[in-house]
């Protein structure tokens, strides 16, 4: 790995004097925008990433790698809240309210709608069947299946888009025929 000629004088000892100097600003900067404990994971985040590379003027570029850390947070918190949200109006789509039973699941009535989540991709097929046909929420599914919350929320994302699509052909296909 071949370094800066202007930082050959700088060794790594030079870069943990800058990190401990600044760490403390560049930590509280960041919490401007958001909490300290994502604050240290972006400042630290900053510091790996930077790490022989920091210029002559250490202090404006951490500054500056900081406010950017925090600005891809907020779009990646954005995309986050856009997806969860879309899946949460998916699953709604799904449910019905039924006067003797209160809210039911359209998948509970529909024979035809377990046909299409036999098609699913395996362990997208196991996480919906556990969210509407045993009744697990999602921290409970992501604890039995030994995997994350998001992941979760993803699979089952898919997996209601991905019937959304076949019911649509399907009733299509009914709507031709009758």
């Known amino acids: 790995m071949q370094q800066d000629p ?3 004088d700088m060794d790594p000892l030079d870069t943990a004097q800058i990190f401990h100097k600044y760490y403390v600003a560049l930590v509280g ?3 401007k925008f958001v909490e300290l404990q994502t604050a240290e994971d972006l400042v630290q985040d900053v510091f790996i990433q930077t790490y022989d590379k920091i210029p002559e003027n250490a202090r404006s570029y ?18 986050h809240r856009r997806y969860v949200n879309e899946a949460r109006i998916l699953q709604d789509e799904l449910t019905y309210f039924h006067p003797d039973t209160g809210n039911k699941s359209l998948l509970e009535e529909e024979s035809n709608v377990w046909n299409a989540i036999e098609q699913l991709p395996p362990k997208c097929r196991e996480i919906v069947k556990l969210r509407y046909q045993e009744g697990l929420k999602t921290i409970e599914i992501s604890d039995a299946m030994g995997i994350s919350s998001r992941t979760v929320e993803t699979q089952l994302y898919k997996g209601i888009k991905q019937l959304r699509s076949m019911i649509k052909k399907l009733n299509y296909l009914l709507s031709i025929l009758f």
Request: glycine share 0%; net charge positive; aromatic share 16%.
């Open 6 to 8: 202007q930082r050959e």
């Open 29 to 31: 900067y960041a919490c």
């Open 62 to 79: 951490l500054f500056r790698s900081v406010h950017n850390k925090c600005q891809d947070y907020f779009k990646h918190q954005e995309v």
